[in-house]
């Protein structure tokens, strides 16, 4: 059944059907959390549904698990993506990375 449902997400990643290939990829790696594909489904449906940290996670599995060439490349990609949004944010509120007030016990103590 998880080797089902991971084809069937892997397809749906193919058509851009991205919620239905997420939710597969989850419901296969319920089933055999060790299936390195489902991983890497639910790792690029993750991406492009804008899931960047759960992407980044469901790829670093891909990759430990082996048979997924790919996988440290887009596990990569989805770190600088995501580290890119945290400094846009930043950049928003004015803060830098690092600086005054990144400090979550100085925030509370204001």
Do not use: I, N, Y
């Not at 990643?13 to 489902?38: C, H, I, M, N, T």
């Not at 060439?69 to 770190?79: F, L, T, V």
């Amino acid at each position: 059944r998880a080797e089902a449902l991971c084809q069937r997400a892997e397809l749906r990643v193919r058509r851009g059907q991205w919620q239905e290939a997420f939710q597969d990829a989850v419901d296969a790696l319920k089933l055999q959390p060790s299936l390195a594909r489902a991983h890497a489904a639910r790792g690029a449906a993750a991406e492009e549904l804008g899931f960047l940290a759960e992407a980044a996670s469901s790829w670093e599995a891909a990759e430990l698990l082996g048979g997924v060439p790919s996988a440290a490349q887009r596990a990569e990609a989805c770190r600088q993506k995501l580290q890119q949004f945290f400094m846009e944010q930043q950049a928003k509120r004015g803060t830098k990375p690092g600086g005054a007030g990144d400090d979550p016990e100085d925030r509370w103590r204001r």
